[in-house]
């Protein structure tokens, strides 16, 4: 095997502690490598003809919070008041109102609707039924299998959440994050253990189809003690899925700033090996109350109802469109990304225009890999799949890569089947880039 692969392999290994930097890896080509040029482009994108084959889901960012958490790295504020906040629904509104009427979305129905942030449950029911109200008009979600809701649990009232059921959310997404108030408290958290337990507790009577809890593996002052304790907690609850970060930390963070400040490099949040064990941890004891895993960071009770169409969907090829600031969207094989400021994003679209900043057309080889790398984070990947999809025989075209895992027990086969061990699903985003094309390696993946 060439020493550059297997560097790219090796290299988590020598860095055992949190560092900054990113860790995850969301999207393909690494998002450093999409360029304004490409941008100006996407008007044109959108002549297209329809492609009503395709999948086509919808993101809305609500980039508004109660607190900045220490460890957040999203486009996020804490500062804007309901004037602000209306302004902004409205251009989101307008946003999707220009994909609604372009050639490309013609005839069209989402499959898969997204609220993320920031905090989505942070707007009042007024603004959350005017917004989706506005969004239905432009693009009705009666075909929609799955729309999907984050939220903090601080910002949960019982009126709140039946609107939400009356909206049409289907899966709740509930940022727990720990259950122990300190923690939370010198993380950044808004919200305390009380609010966790009667948002859960209120939501579940009420009905939603599925609820997710969110825990992360990590945080400033995490322990053994307190993460079992967290785990026990989450089995007590039951939700229909958890999932699980492993706690990395960006530049744009408030611990990075405090590392810098300080002349740090190592982060004062656990090491990989120990966030890994935790995770480890944390599947065992589901998987012993009948969770199964279905991803480096998911766990579901029931794998027959409990899905997550927004990842599968994604992570299939299906267009995207990413409504708010910094969003990002991936259509007709580009990707692109929203302009990164509050009011650029609003000026944008008060001149009518599209508030794109940045994109990336892919190549079949690059869509390919793509989606390749992000369903290896599922824990297995289909060769028949890529071969009828791309034309490509990825046992063959990834050899060394597949050689190289089976070689240190991360991999093996079942029939058509290329499937990682728990040991590599728990550190797959480390994997990942010895897939990349030679020009994508090494740089810094946002």
């Known amino acids: 095997m060439s020493s550059d692969i297997l560097n790219i392999l090796d290299h988590e290994q020598d860095r055992d502690n949190t560092e900054a930097g990113n860790y995850f890896v969301a999207n393909y080509p690494p998002f450093a490598y999409w360029t304004p040029e490409a941008g100006a482009g996407v008007p044109a994108l959108l002549e297209r003809a329809s492609t009503p084959e395709v999948p086509l889901g919808v993101y809305f960012h609500v980039p508004f919070c109660r607190k900045r958490c220490h460890f957040c790295y999203f486009r996020v504020y804490t500062d804007k008041n309901a004037d ?113 337990h009667r948002a859960y507790d209120y939501a579940r009577s009420i009905g939603f189809p599925q609820i997710n809890i969110d825990l992360i593996a990590g945080m400033v002052e995490e322990t053994d003690e307190n993460w079992r304790e967290n785990v026990r907690k989450t089995v007590e609850m039951q939700p229909d899925s958890v999932t699980i970060y492993q706690m990395e930390v960006p530049y744009n963070t408030g611990i990075y700033r405090e590392m810098k400040a300080a002349g740090k490099l190592v982060a004062p949040v656990a090491n990989w090996q120990t966030k890994r064990a935790w995770v480890d941890y944390a599947f065992s004891e589901l998987e012993k109350c009948g969770y199964s895993v279905t991803s480096g960071y998911t766990a579901v009770r029931d794998a027959s109802r409990s899905k997550f169409v927004y990842r599968d969907q994604l992570w299939a090829g299906a267009d995207l469109v990413g409504l708010g600031v910094a969003s990002f969207s991936h259509v ?92 590599a699903l728990l550190k797959v985003d480390t994997l990942l880039h010895a897939f990349f094309l030679p020009q994508h390696r090494g740089g810094r993946y946002t």
């Open 84 to 196: 602000e906040i209306k302004r902004y629904l409205d251009a989101g509104l307008a946003e999707l109102a220009l994909y609604a009427k372009a050639p490309l979305f013609a005839g069209r129905k989402p499959k898969f609707v997204y609220f993320g942030g920031g905090t989505p449950s942070y707007l009042s029911v007024s603004q959350l039924q005017a917004l989706t109200r506005g969004m239905k008009e432009l693009m009705p979600w009666d075909e929609a299998e799955e729309v999907t809701f984050e939220c903090e649990p601080g910002t949960l009232t019982e009126q709140k959440l039946a609107a939400l059921r009356e909206i049409g959310v289907t899966r709740l997404s509930l940022g727990v994050e720990n259950f122990d108030s300190h923690i939370l408290e010198i993380n950044g958290r808004a919200h305390r253990t009380v609010e966790i």
């Open 332 to 423: 007709a094989g580009t990707h692109f990304q929203n302009l990164p400021e509050f009011s650029q994003y609003l000026e944008a679209l008060q001149r009518g225009e599209l508030p794109v900043s940045r994109a990336h057309g892919t190549t079949a080889e690059e869509r390919m890999i793509r989606e390749m790398i992000l369903q290896l984070k599922l824990g297995r990947v289909s060769r028949d799949y890529f071969e009828r999809k791309f034309g490509v025989r990825i046992a063959e075209r990834f050899s060394q890569q597949w050689a190289d895992l089976a070689a240190r027990g991360l991999l093996h086969e079942e029939g058509d089947l290329l499937v990682l061990s728990r040991a």
